[in-house]
């Protein structure tokens, strides 16, 4: 039977909502990734050859450039350092400052360079010879590396919570008997993650079993039955609610309450992003 606190579509306070999104192991591996790795991205992947070998595609001009300074930077190449060289060009009328990188040796200001750029656009310029960015290619892959994996993680963490969102509105509230638990190949904090499985029955007396992944069984065994909410037209669909992030359970008023205190599983993701638009913003404005 359903109780009059159980009949839906009920109200998803907004706290649960970010409880539901963010509180769990994908999601804070997947911002420390994607936030980590994205520092390294706007630091060094962007100042690689990957994103400027376009402008010095096809037809280039050339021009006499003079040197004006040649400084160490705190790069090296097969132990080579990388010095920074910064000339200046005229072209058709117009002087132009430019920057290349390499590990030659150091110069004298008023040296001569040869110059080369696209007739387009001479202030994209690079000395002959020389790169016109300071890290190679192959460094923007390897640090896109972690902000794709935290990206990954993060997909995973969110892809069933609409389908959660929709049952903690829509959904039926029931209780379940555990039924068995089996092995996972899973790890998480030195403890085995089990698959539990539960037996309910839905309005209609059927009978369906739903499954909860943890490496807290304790948590989901310790009363003698666990409440359950499921989809009433397709009652496979169904969560075990002690299982989910904050531990959300109906009120006998209807409204849906939560154990986990605080939002410091927040704090991934406001760091990620905080940190990371300082740096955009520095760079970039």
């Known amino acids: 039977m359903r109780t009059k606190f159980q009949e839906p579509p009920r109200s998803v306070p907004f706290p649960l ?10 999601s804070m591996i997947g911002w ?3 936030g980590v790795g994205m520092i390294f991205f706007l630091l060094l992947g962007l100042e ?7 402008r010095f595609m096809g037809e280039l001009e050339k021009a006499e450039g003079k040197v004006l300074k040649t400084e160490y930077t705190n790069w090296s190449i097969d132990e080579e350092s990388v010095v920074r060289w910064l000339y200046t060009f005229d072209y058709q009328g117009k002087k132009y400052l430019g920057t290349s990188y390499s590990i030659e040796k150091t110069a004298m200001p008023e040296q001569s360079v040869t110059v080369e750029f696209s ?15 300071i890290t190679p290619w192959w460094v923007t892959i390897i640090v896109m590396i972690f902000p794709m994996l935290g990206l990954l993680f993060i997909y995973l963490s969110v892809k069933h919570v609409p389908k959660t969102i929709s049952l903690l509105r829509n959904g039926i509230l029931t209780y379940a008997d555990y039924v068995d638990k089996e092995k996972t190949n899973m790890i998480v904090n030195d403890a085995q993650v089990y698959k539990l499985r539960f037996c309910f029955e839905d309005d209609r007396g059927d009978s369906h079993y739903v499954f909860a992944l943890s490496h807290q069984i304790d948590d989901l065994m310790d009363d003698p039955q666990e409440a359950v909410i499921y989809n009433p037209q397709e009652p496979a669909k169904a969560l075990v609610l002690d299982n989910l992030p904050g531990k959300p359970y109906l009120n006998e008023e209807g409204q849906w309450k939560w154990r986990a205190k605080g939002y410091a599983y ?14 955009a913003f520095f760079k970039f404005f």
């Open 17 to 26: 909502i970010l409880q539901v999104t963010f509180n769990n192991v994908f």
């Open 32 to 34: 420390i990734f994607f």
């Open 48 to 54: 690689s050859n990957l994103f400027t070998f376009h």
């Open 119 to 133: 007739a387009d656009s001479p202030e994209h310029s690079r000395i002959e010879g020389f790169n016109e960015a």
């Open 266 to 279: 927040l704090l991934p993701v406001v760091l990620a992003i905080a940190v990371n638009s300082i740096i």
